[in-house]
């Protein structure tokens, strides 16, 4: 298929003949060609740096070595000079009394040359004339002294002042009883390691020569000669060797050498190791290739940019039109639904004594759309999520704003209101669309409702921000008194909210200080009424300011918070304690649904069971519908081990939620426990008779105990007992008590303690 629109990159070239591809070659090709002569010019630029860099940081290196070399051949010289210089046999043999020229040049002169390379050694007497010289490995004349002694005259002197106990010039390589000087000196026109010590005894016992009047030991290293060498080849000075500055040729390097007294001595020459040059001729050839290949690929990318001007155009408006909806339902989202409420905002700030025009922000959230997701799939979901959206266009006015939040949450704009009633006529028409079931994928249908939180500006604020937050406040406020509703912020609200985060951060500190918390019991009746089964663990709060609090006035903070899982482990804990002492009582403990999201549940409630040695047959684990329904593989592999363990496992509220037949019989449980809310009502609703009797039944099919709870009359007994409900718990038998009820009087039975506890209920 031919595209006429993808034209050779040659007809480009001649920008100037028609305006269009001038404008490119201008907008385009030319910041194009800059950018990439910039690039290529900066690297080239880098990569000489960089080597030239590199080749001052080597020359530094061998420099630094070089001194360090040389400076450390002057404290060798002077330990090597110390080996013969302190000996009793020194002294004796260079004194005058029993002085040996032979034994000085054996032990002293030519053993220097062999063991340590001295070119020169001189031994000096008390009147620094010469008594012995030895040069290059033999004995000559000691008037050959002559030849250094302008060079080191200076550093005899020096010697001859220091002190009996002075502290060496250098003394980095001696143990400090070789008294000595040592110096870079240029000695018969060659650069030399001079060095002069005293010759003195090394024990204690030996009689030393008068201060000031010790022969001296002498020796000079030339270097020049086998020190020049060691330069080159174990050092890696190419071409080291010593001369004046003119001696140095093109690309070599000079080290002036000077003495202790600044004396220049010599250069030390050599050619420096230069690895950025080295490394820059091995980059050029690589950097022509690569700089070559840059400039073709900018060729091709100018013209695969012209073929892509059209697409990209089109791209940017579809990105634009994506960064402000909904990509599902197509909708305002967030970011557009902020813009918006600033914008409006804004200009209402802007006439503060003038009339201000009202909107109002609703937010709203699907209510039992998680369970519609789960049942039926997200794709189910997600079709109910798009028809929700085209409802609610349909009973808004023109110019309100419609937004998804995510997931099932959305938000409307309502603007030109007059009063609450307009927003009240809005929000009605809203529960009246979603009261019809919504037609879904496959043929089914489903139901939900939907919450609604109003804010209105500017009586709740001229901040966005602060808007959406009072919004949302209301949106809780909706939920909480019982979903498919609206309700419109009021101040009090917010003091609702700052109270539940004072309460949630009491509860923090009860948990961390362990008062407050406490745990109450209720028993677990037989079918009759009459015998004691069981106990259920109800957790209480203590609160210093508010007294007693059910668990319905703080357990919903704690979910919210992420303290559910700590206040589980916590009466589970003080449950198995209460278990020790009571051995023969089963007891039921609840777990909110946050334990299984940690992925430790299984480890964490066997410790606590094993640490306290409770059989785990004896507890009930109570959860709720919701763990279920949400198909989590680790939940239900935590209540599988459980169950495996020996824990009892009982599903709580059973017939509030959506009490799905397939997950009980996918996931077994051992109880089912119809909720009190079915219970308080058998006396006057047949519903609520036909749903309990419908329960049972079902658990009796099963095999499941069935426990009915919130039992508060004699005829709500009765009528369960007829049913068959294996066990009763309520205010008919007794309220929750405290520990002390149970172990108070030092009972140790379950009976005893069933007796004691709960002296109202009459034992069978």
């Known amino acids: 298929m031919k595209h006429t629109h993808w034209r050779?990159?040659?007809?480009?070239?001649p920008a100037y003949r028609r305006a269009g591809e001038w404008r490119f070659s201008v907008k385009v090709v030319a910041p194009i060609m800059a950018a990439t002569l910039l690039v290529l010019g900066l690297t080239a630029y880098g990569i000489s740096w960089a080597a030239k860099k590199s080749d001052e940081a080597s020359i530094g290196r061998q420099v630094r070595m070089a001194e360090l070399v040389i400076g450390s051949s002057i404290d060798t010289l002077a330990r090597e000079l110390e080996v013969v210089a302190v000996w009793n046999e020194a002294v004796a043999y260079t004194g005058q009394d029993?002085?040996?020229?032979?034994?000085?040049?054996?032990?002293?002169?030519?053993?220097?040359?062999?063991?340590?390379?001295?070119?020169?050694?001189?031994?000096?007497?008390?009147?620094?004339?010469p008594v012995y010289a030895m040069a290059d490995g033999a004995q000559v004349d000691a008037t050959r002294y002559a030849e250094v002694r302008d060079s080191i005259a200076d550093m005899v002197a020096d010697l001859r002042a220091l002190g009996p106990k002075a502290v060496p010039h250098r003394a980095t390589?001696?143990?400090?009883?070789?008294?000595?000087?040592?110096?870079?000196?240029?000695?018969?026109?060659?650069?030399?390691?001079?060095?002069?010590?005293?010759?003195?005894?090394?024990?204690?016992?030996?009689?030393?020569a008068l201060p000031g009047r010790e022969a001296l030991l002498l020796g000079v290293r030339f270097l020049d000669g086998s020190f020049q060498e060691e330069l080159r080849t174990e050092h890696l000075l190419d071409g080291a060797r010593f001369g004046g500055a003119s001696d140095a040729?093109?690309?070599?390097?000079?080290?002036?050498?000077?003495?202790?007294?600044?004396?220049?001595?010599?250069?030390?020459?050599?050619?420096?190791?230069?690895?950025?040059?080295?490394?820059?001729?091995?980059?050029?050839?690589?950097?022509?290739?690569?700089?070559?290949?840059?400039?073709?690929?900018?060729?091709?990318?100018?013209?695969v940019l012209w073929r892509s001007a059209g697409e990209l155009r089109a791209s940017e408006a579809q990105a634009q039109h994506l960064a402000y909806h909904d990509m599902l339902t197509g909708h305002p989202n967030r970011a557009q639904l902020m813009d918006m409420l600033d914008q409006s905002l804004a200009g209402a700030a802007r006439a503060p004594d003038g009339p201000q025009e009202r909107f109002a922000l609703l937010l709203l959230d699907l209510d039992r759309f998680k369970q519609v997701n789960d049942a039926l799939g997200h794709q189910a979901g997600d079709g109910l999520i798009r028809q929700f959206a085209d409802r609610l266009s349909t009973v808004v006015r023109r110019g309100d704003l419609v937004a998804r939040l995510g997931g099932d949450e959305f938000a409307i704009v309502q603007h030109g209101i007059t009063g609450q009633s307009d927003t009240e006529a809005l929000c009605r028409r809203i529960l009246d669309s979603v009261c019809r079931p919504f037609s879904l994928a496959g043929g089914m249908q489903a139901s939900v409702g939907v919450s609604i939180g109003i804010a209105t500006a500017p009586e709740a604020g001229l901040d966005s921000i602060g808007l959406m937050r009072k919004a949302d406040i209301a949106l809780y406020r909706a939920k909480a008194q019982g979903r498919n509703r609206f309700c419109f912020f009021a101040d009090d609200m917010d003091d609702e909210v700052r109270n539940r985060n004072r309460l949630e951060v009491d509860l923090r500190r009860a948990l961390e200080t362990g008062e407050g918390l406490v745990v109450h019991y209720?028993?677990?009746?037989?079918?009759?009424?009459?015998?004691?089964?069981?106990?259920?663990?109800l957790v209480r709060w203590q609160h210093p300011m508010l007294g007693l609090l059910p668990p319905s006035q703080f357990l919903s903070v704690a979910d919210e918070c992420g303290l559910s899982v700590r206040i589980d482990d916590w009466v589970l804990e003080h449950t198995c304690q209460v278990m020790e002492r009571l051995p023969e009582v089963p007891v039921a403990v609840n777990l909110s649904p946050a334990q299984f999201y940690t992925g430790d549940l299984f480890e964490?409630?066997?410790?606590?069971?094993?640490?306290?040695?409770?059989?785990?047959?004896?507890?009930?684990?109570?959860?709720?519908?919701?763990?279920?329904?949400?198909?989590?593989?680790?939940?239900?592999?935590?209540?599988?081990?459980?169950?495996?363990?020996?824990?009892?496992?009982?599903?709580?509220?059973?017939?509030?939620?959506?009490?799905?037949?397939?997950?009980?019989?996918?996931?077994?449980?051992?109880?089912?426990?119809?909720?009190?809310?079915?219970?308080?009502?058998?006396?006057?609703?047949?519903?609520a008779s036909c749903i309990v009797r419908a329960i049972?039944?079902?658990?009796?099919?099963?095999?499941?105990?069935?426990?009915?709870?919130?039992?508060?009359?004699?005829?709500?007994?009765?009528?369960?007992?007829?049913?068959?409900?294996?066990?009763?718990?309520g205010y008919l038998f007794s309220p929750p008590v405290p520990e002390p009820g149970l172990t108070a009087l030092g009972l140790t039975t379950m009976r005893q303690a069933m007796e004691a506890a709960f002296p109202a209920v009459e034992s069978g």
């Open 696 to 729: 049972v039944s079902l658990g009796q099919a099963m095999g499941l105990d069935v426990t009915a709870e919130g039992v508060e009359t004699e005829d709500q007994l009765r009528y369960l007992a007829l049913l068959g409900c294996d066990q009763m718990q």
């Open 522 to 537: 209720q028993p677990q009746m037989s079918c009759d009424g009459r015998c004691v089964t069981g106990l259920e663990a």
């Open 173 to 208: 390589k001696t143990t400090g009883r070789g008294i000595h000087v040592a110096d870079l000196r240029r000695v018969a026109g060659r650069p030399a390691v001079v060095g002069v010590m005293r010759i003195v005894p090394h024990a204690g016992d030996f009689p030393p």
């Open 604 to 687: 964490r409630v066997t410790d606590i069971v094993r640490r306290h040695g409770v059989d785990p047959a004896r507890i009930e684990l109570e959860i709720t519908e919701r763990v279920l329904l949400e198909d989590n593989a680790s939940s239900h592999g935590a209540l599988r081990r459980l169950r495996e363990a020996g824990f009892r496992i009982a599903l709580d509220d059973f017939g509030t939620g959506y009490s799905s037949l397939s997950y009980l019989r996918r996931f077994r449980v051992d109880k089912i426990k119809i909720d009190q809310s079915f219970v308080r009502h058998l006396d006057h609703s047949q519903e």
């Open 249 to 303: 040729g093109p690309g070599e390097r000079l080290l002036p050498l000077h003495g202790r007294r600044g004396v220049l001595a010599d250069y030390l020459i050599w050619r420096p190791e230069a690895p950025g040059a080295q490394i820059l001729g091995h980059l050029i050839p690589l950097y022509l290739l690569e700089s070559a290949c840059f400039i073709l690929i900018m060729l091709v990318l100018l013209r």
């Open 8 to 13: 050779p990159m040659m007809k480009y070239l």
């Open 98 to 129: 029993q002085f040996s020229s032979k034994w000085i040049d054996e032990n002293l002169g030519t053993w220097l040359f062999k063991m340590f390379g001295h070119d020169r050694v001189f031994v000096l007497n008390a009147s620094d004339e």
